[in-house]
């Protein structure tokens, strides 16, 4: 862990009083903090957008008076419209999403300080992410509404432009940012921790794994669900050492009741890939194996595809890695281990977030993650205390069972 201060002090208690001594399994986990501020709707971070450009760019405050018509900028709160008219609404994103363009078009040529140039940027991000030209308009028009989509990496909130819109299911959503620990599952003591954007590629739960992963000075037993089973992060645990305990990404055929990926033979050596009925095709330089008119007499069709074009394969860099570790999951030895030792990781999530520490209290990731660390400090020294930490010999120990 990363904390520094306290972290460091608990870190050293843990390494001599030897609890993690012989403990050679990491579980990897993550969980969704509600951030400190609300979530904002398009026309609430459009009208904060240029209230802030107003406020930190010297010349736009004029700029807005003269060509920004849409709202009055001056007064707080939301515009006086009739909330219950879509078409009112409608109107309303339309020249506010209008006068942001303008006045990003219109601001005085000058250096900008750091302050500044963020308001600008924020701005632009916010009149970009959730607008989409209107029907029948190329947006050469002037003409906008909000999105059907919602952008992939969205800023919820012009006051902490780092939170984040995050999904741990389909159903389930929450905004704000996403804590990442490892956890030595016997003790419940947290070995790493990191905090995130709840949003993003490189803030996924196999991405910071991987991060996580490479603090391990020894090889361990890496136990995890499906979000850490990409063929990076298995990349990761083999290159360092280590022994996947993780659930497998699961397959899924491209016909219902269909062939699966594993139905076909890949033979990496010779560039060829097998179907089930002894088809084959070669694999091109973009890891694509094509079918196509192969396909059009076999027997086997209405199992593997429904495409005209017949079956093609997409496969990931790592294929036969992710091959190998699917075949060993079927292992009882390692669903065995899986059951017993995984689910440890969720006692060590509830205590983070016990005694109302679900929403955060600062903004912006680095405070918040330093938050997260003295937090896992502070379980951590729980632990030890519950474990029997006693002072003896000037050194700290656990006392006999």
Not at 11 to 18: C, M, N, Y
Not at 82 to 105: F, K
Not at 187 to 193: K, L, P, S, V, Y
Request: glycine share 8%; aromatic share 4%; charged share 25%.
């Amino acid at each position: 862990m990363r904390a520094g201060g306290h972290g460091d002090v608990v870190r050293q208690v843990v390494a001599e009083t030897g609890v993690l001594t012989g403990k050679t399994r990491r579980a990897l986990d993550s969980t969704v903090f509600d951030d400190a501020v609300a979530t904002q709707d398009t026309i609430t971070q459009l009208i904060a957008g240029v209230r802030r450009v107003a406020r930190d760019v010297p010349g736009a405050a004029v700029v807005i008076a003269a060509r920004c018509t849409g709202h009055d900028y001056t007064l707080t709160g939301k515009p006086r419209i009739a909330w219950d008219d879509a078409e009112a609404r409608a109107q309303l994103i339309d020249t506010l999403v209008s006068d942001a363009h303008r006045l990003l078009g219109h601001l005085p040529e000058q250096e900008l300080d750091p302050r500044a140039a963020e308001a600008v940027a924020l701005l632009a991000l916010v009149a970009g992410q959730d607008v989409e030209p209107a029907d029948g308009s190329d947006g050469t028009d002037g003409r906008w509404q909000v999105a059907r989509k919602v952008a992939p990496d969205r800023v919820i909130s012009t006051v902490d432009p780092e939170a984040r819109h995050a999904h741990k299911t389909r159903e389930r959503r929450q905004d704000g940012y996403k804590a990442h620990v490892k956890v030595e599952p016997d003790t419940g003591i947290i070995t790493g921790c990191a905090l995130t954007p709840a949003a993003g590629p490189q803030h996924s739960d196999a991405a910071v794994g991987i991060e996580l992963l490479a603090e391990e000075p020894d090889p361990v037993a890496v136990l995890a669900d499906s979000a850490y089973g990409t063929g990076e992060l298995l990349a990761a645990v083999t290159e360092g050492g280590h022994t996947a305990i993780i659930k497998p990404w699961p397959l899924r055929p491209a016909v219902d009741g269909g062939f699966t990926l594993d139905e076909f033979t890949v033979d990496e050596a010779a560039g060829m890939v097998t179907c089930p009925n002894g088809l084959t095709a070669r694999i091109t330089r973009t890891r694509t194996a094509i079918f196509g008119a192969r396909c059009r007499d076999c027997p086997l069709r209405a199992r593997c595809t429904s495409s005209p074009r017949g079956r093609k394969l997409a496969l990931h860099p790592h294929d036969a890695l992710q091959r190998a570790h699917r075949a060993r999951a079927q292992d009882p030895e390692f669903q065995a281990a899986y059951r017993r030792h995984r689910p440890m990781v969720e006692r060590s999530i509830s205590w983070l977030v016990a005694g109302r520490n679900r929403r955060l209290r600062f903004r912006g990731t680095s405070r918040n993650d330093l938050w997260l660390h003295h937090r896992a400090a502070a379980l951590n020294l729980r632990r030890l205390l519950a474990l029997g930490l006693i002072r003896s010999g000037g050194t700290w120990t656990l006392a006999p069972a």
